[in-house]
């Protein structure tokens, strides 16, 4: 979303290919999505990444996380207008989200790293909860004592602050199915903080 489609394709390119100059033994790719194209650029252009790190034949483990909890309080991400407004508004407050912290994304990365004989190839999309904007807000209400702040925003003015892809993902995920299964992280990481459990460390 910093260097647009072309130009975050352009950098994963040139990591590849020093990857394969280098001769690593295990690249870990920080992919996201589905895992197939679906028009979402930020999505779709690690595909085209991930495509010529195979033509490269490199070693590679593909780490797939759909949505940060972060999204949730990181100001970069302006979440009064993004994650309490907007979000909801054009995904659907009710839709299933599929949920993962940072610090979880980063101790399943140093695992994967660990062990290669086990995750060399493996293509493992991440979520340790299942929860809709709805609940998430409804959780943050129950652990923080009120709700969180809400600015309502039109989509359009929003688009003037970020990349337009943004809004364009959560318009797709308004109406397509997206993997909802939670074993394939806990089984790498069992204590995979829920939301709940996230949110509790955010009061501290």
Partial sequence: MISGFEGEVRQGKNVADAAKAAGIAHLVHGSAGT????????????????EHMRDLGLPVTELRPMAFMELMTDRGYFPPVS???LMPKLMGADRP????SVDDLGAIAAR???????????????AADVRSMAE??????EVMGKPPRRFPMPVWLFERFVDPDLTHMWRWLRTEDIPLETAPTLEIL???ATVREWLIRQRH
């Fill in 97 to 100: 989200v599929v949920w993962i």
């Fill in 112 to 126: 994967v790293f660990a062990d290669p004989e086990r995750f060399l190839g493996a293509d493992i999309p991440l």
């Fill in 83 to 85: 994650a309490w407004h």
């Fill in 190 to 192: 069992p204590s995979a």
């Fill in 136 to 141: 998430c807000r409804e959780l943050w209400r």
């Fill in 35 to 50: 895992g197939y194209e679906t028009g979402v650029g930020s999505w779709d252009s690690k595909l085209a990444v991930r």
